[in-house]
C-alpha cells in the first residue's frame, strides 16, 4: 500500500482492515510491490546473509544475534513509559539527543480517531514517548513509505516481523525510499489482533460505541501493564495483560499464525518482553534484547557505557525457555500449519526454510489448537463470551499460558 501511490488504500480500519484497490498500478510498480510485500514470503538464509553476513551467532529459533541481554531503560520515565523495559524508546530518544537520527518511525495513537493507531515520524523526544508501548491491533506502519522516503534527515525505524522484511527487501533494491533509514528495531511478535477486539473489551463492559473511546491502551501502568480503555463521558475500564490474553483466539489476525519470525530476527537490534518470573514479581519493566547487526550491537553498548542501558547478559538456552511457548507457536505451530494448509491445496509463505520432525502428539496438538481458533473465532463464540465475566475469563486464559509455558520449557532440548 506504501508503494502504491494511492493506488491502493487500507478500507475500514475499523473492520477487516483489508487492501482496496482503487486504480490497478502500473506493471512496474506492481513488480515492486510484489517484490517488497513479505505476505507472501521472504527468503531467511538468503536475507541473513545479505543483511548480517555470517559474523554473528545464529540460532534457528532467535535468528542472528551478537548479544543477548536482560535489560531495562536506566531513565525511569522512558522505562515507566514503555511497554516492558523502554529499550527500544531509549534507543530512538538517545539517537535522536546524539543527532545521529533526526527522526524516528513509530506507531502511535490516531488524534482524531483515539481508537486507531497511526504510523507517524517522532522528531522530538516527547513524541517518542507518545508513541511508547505495544499496539496489539492490526496497523501498517510502512503505509507512510512516501513521508520516509521525502523525510530530510536520518531515521531509525521501528516495526514488526513482517514490516521490517519488507523494509530490508527495499534496501537490497535500493529503493529510494528507505534510502534514509539508518537503524532498524522492533519488537518481539507473538500476534496481532482484529479491531473487533476493541469492540469486544467494550461490550463485555456493557458499552456498544467505540467512537467514545477517548484513550486507548494496551500496556498501560507498570509492567506488564493493563488493557486500558477510557471513554469520553469520564469511565475507564482496565484488565491486566495476562487477562486481556483472552482476546487472543477470538479475535487473532489468521495471518500472525503464519508468522515463524518471533524475535524480529532481521532488526539491527530487537526487544521483547523478559518473561520469568524472577522479574514478573518484581514489576518495574524488563526486556529481553538482541544485539544483532554490528551497528546495533555497538549501539547497546555505548548506551550502557554512558548509562543509558543496564544489560545483564543472557545464555541462548535460558533466553529460548523464557519464551518457549512464542517459540512453539511460531517454530513448531506454525510449521506444522502450513503444511496441514499444502496438504489441502492452500498456497502459504516460503520463508526459505522448513523445520520438521515433530511427533505426532505435536500435530494432534496443532489440530486441537487450531479447531479452537476457528471455533472461537466464530461471531456466537465472540458472543457469549461477551456475557461471561471478564475476570473469570482473564484468570482461566492465565492458567492456560502458565501451563502451556511449563509444558515447552524444555523446547530446545528437544532438539527440533
Ligand atoms: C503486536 C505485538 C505483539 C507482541 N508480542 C510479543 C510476544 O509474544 N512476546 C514478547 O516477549 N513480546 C511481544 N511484543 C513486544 C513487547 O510487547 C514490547 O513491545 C517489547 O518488549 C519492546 O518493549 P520496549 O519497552 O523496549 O518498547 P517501547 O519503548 O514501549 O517501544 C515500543 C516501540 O514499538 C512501536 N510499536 C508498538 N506497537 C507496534 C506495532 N503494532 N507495530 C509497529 N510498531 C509498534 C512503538 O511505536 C514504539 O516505538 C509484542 C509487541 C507487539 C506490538
Same mark, same amino acid.
Given at each position: 500500500?506504501? =508503494?502504491?501511490?494511492?493506488?491502493?488504500?487500507?478500507?475500514?480500519?475499523?473492520?477487516?482492515?483489508?487492501?482496496?484497490?482503487?486504480?490497478?498500478?502500473?506493471?512496474?510498480?506492481?513488480?515492486?510491490?510484489?517484490?517488497?510485500?513479505?505476505?507472501?514470503?521472504?527468503?531467511?538464509?538468503?536475507?541473513?546473509?545479505?543483511?548480517?553476513?555470517?559474523?554473528?551467532?545464529?540460532?534457528?529459533?532467535?535468528?542472528?544475534?551478537?548479544?543477548?541481554?536482560?535489560?531495562?531503560?536506566?531513565?525511569? =520515565?522512558?522505562?515507566?513509559?514503555?511497554?516492558?523495559?523502554?529499550?527500544?524508546?531509549?534507543?530512538?530518544?538517545?539517537?535522536?539527543?546524539?543527532?545521529?537520527?533526526?527522526?524516528?518511525?513509530?506507531?502511535?495513537?490516531?488524534?482524531?480517531?483515539?481508537?486507531?493507531?497511526?504510523?507517524?515520524?517522532?522528531?522530538?523526544?516527547?513524541?517518542?514517548?507518545?508513541?511508547?508501548?505495544?499496539?496489539?491491533?492490526?496497523?501498517?506502519?510502512?503505509?507512510? =513509505?512516501?513521508?520516509?522516503?521525502?523525510?530530510?534527515?536520518?531515521?531509525?525505524?521501528?516495526?514488526?516481523?513482517?514490516?521490517?522484511?519488507?523494509?530490508?527487501?527495499?534496501?537490497?533494491?535500493?529503493?529510494?525510499?528507505?534510502? +534514509?533509514?539508518?537503524?532498524?528495531?522492533?519488537?518481539?511478535?507473538?500476534?496481532?489482533?482484529?479491531?473487533?477486539?476493541?469492540?469486544?473489551?467494550?461490550?463485555? +463492559?456493557?458499552?456498544?460505541?467505540?467512537?467514545?473511546?477517548?484513550?486507548?491502551?494496551?500496556?498501560?501502568?507498570?509492567?506488564?501493564?493493563?488493557?486500558?480503555?477510557?471513554?469520553?463521558?469520564?469511565?475507564?475500564?482496565?484488565?491486566?495483560?495476562?487477562?486481556?490474553?483472552?482476546?487472543?483466539?477470538?479475535?487473532?489476525?489468521?495471518?500472525?499464525?503464519?508468522?515463524?519470525?518471533?524475535?524480529?530476527?532481521?532488526?539491527?537490534?530487537?526487544?521483547?518482553?523478559?518473561?520469568?518470573?524472577?522479574?514478573?514479581?518484581?514489576?518495574?519493566?524488563?526486556?529481553?534484547?538482541?544485539?544483532?547487526?554490528?551497528?546495533?550491537?555497538?549501539?547497546?553498548?555505548?548506551?550502557?557505557?554512558?548509562?543509558?542501558?543496564?544489560?545483564?547478559?543472557?545464555?541462548?538456552?535460558?533466553?529460548?525457555?523464557?519464551?518457549?511457548?512464542?517459540?512453539?507457536?511460531?517454530?513448531?505451530?506454525?510449521?506444522?500449519?502450513?503444511?496441514?494448509?499444502?496438504?489441502?491445496?492452500?498456497?502459504?509463505?516460503?520463508?526459505?526454510?522448513?523445520?520438521?520432525?515433530?511427533?505426532?502428539?505435536?500435530?494432534?496438538?496443532?489440530?486441537?489448537?487450531?479447531?479452537?481458533?476457528?471455533?472461537?473465532?466464530?461471531?456466537?463464540?465472540?458472543?457469549?463470551?461477551?456475557?461471561?465475566?471478564?475476570?473469570?475469563?482473564?484468570?482461566?486464559?492465565?492458567?492456560?499460558?502458565?501451563?502451556?509455558?511449563?509444558?515447552?520449557?524444555?523446547?530446545?532440548?528437544?532438539?527440533?
Amino acid at each position: 500500500m506504501g =508503494l502504491s501511490a494511492g493506488k491502493i488504500v487500507f478500507g475500514e480500519k475499523e473492520g477487516r482492515y483489508l487492501p482496496k484497490i482503487i486504480r490497478e498500478p502500473d506493471e512496474e510498480n506492481m513488480q515492486i510491490i510484489l517484490k517488497a510485500c513479505s505476505g507472501k514470503g521472504f527468503d531467511f538464509p538468503a536475507n541473513r546473509m545479505a543483511v548480517f553476513g555470517s559474523e554473528p551467532s545464529f540460532h534457528t529459533y532467535t535468528g542472528p544475534y551478537r548479544s543477548i541481554s536482560i535489560g531495562y531503560a536506566l531513565d525511569p =520515565l522512558i522505562r515507566h513509559q514503555a511497554a516492558s523495559g523502554g529499550i527500544i524508546s531509549a534507543m530512538l530518544i538517545y539517537l535522536l539527543r546524539k543527532q545521529h537520527i533526526q527522526g524516528a518511525v513509530v506507531l502511535g495513537m490516531s488524534k482524531s480517531k483515539p481508537w486507531l493507531t497511526e504510523p507517524f515520524i517522532a522528531t522530538t523526544e516527547e513524541e517518542i514517548l507518545e508513541a511508547a508501548q505495544s499496539k496489539y491491533i492490526i496497523s501498517s506502519v510502512n503505509e507512510i =513509505l512516501p513521508q520516509i522516503g521525502a523525510f530530510e534527515g536520518k531515521l531509525a525505524y521501528v516495526g514488526l516481523p513482517g514490516q521490517v522484511q519488507s523494509i530490508r527487501i527495499l534496501q537490497q533494491m535500493q529503493h529510494p525510499w528507505v534510502r +534514509n533509514i539508518e537503524y532498524v528495531f522492533g519488537p518481539f511478535y507473538g500476534n496481532t489482533l482484529h479491531f473487533s477486539s476493541i469492540k469486544s473489551f467494550l461490550k463485555s +463492559n456493557g458499552e456498544k460505541d467505540y467512537r467514545q473511546i477517548s484513550k486507548l491502551y494496551f500496556r498501560h501502568g507498570e509492567w506488564p501493564g493493563n488493557m486500558r480503555v477510557e471513554l469520553l463521558n469520564g469511565k475507564v475500564f482496565q484488565l491486566k495483560k495476562f487477562h486481556a490474553n483472552y482476546l487472543i483466539p477470538f479475535h487473532i489476525v489468521k495471518n500472525s499464525l503464519l508468522c515463524t519470525d518471533l524475535t524480529n530476527e532481521f532488526t539491527d537490534v530487537s526487544g521483547g518482553d523478559a518473561w520469568a518470573p524472577v522479574y514478573e514479581e518484581r514489576g518495574k519493566g524488563f526486556s529481553m534484547v538482541f544485539g544483532r547487526s554490528a551497528k546495533g550491537e555497538a549501539l547497546i553498548r555505548a548506551m550502557e557505557a554512558e548509562k543509558w542501558l543496564s544489560l545483564n547478559p543472557l545464555d541462548l538456552e535460558t533466553s529460548i525457555a523464557m519464551h518457549s511457548h512464542g517459540y512453539d507457536l511460531k517454530k513448531r505451530g506454525a510449521f506444522i500449519r502450513m503444511r496441514l494448509m499444502r496438504m489441502l491445496g492452500k498456497e502459504t509463505p516460503d520463508y526459505g526454510y522448513r523445520l520438521s520432525g515433530f511427533g505426532i502428539s505435536r500435530f494432534l496438538m496443532e489440530l486441537v489448537i487450531d479447531s479452537l481458533f476457528l471455533l472461537l473465532g466464530t461471531g456466537m463464540a465472540r458472543w457469549l463470551v461477551e456475557l461471561l465475566p471478564l475476570s473469570f475469563v482473564g484468570s482461566m486464559f492465565e492458567k492456560s499460558r502458565n501451563i502451556w509455558k511449563k509444558s515447552t520449557k524444555d523446547i530446545k532440548r528437544r532438539q527440533l
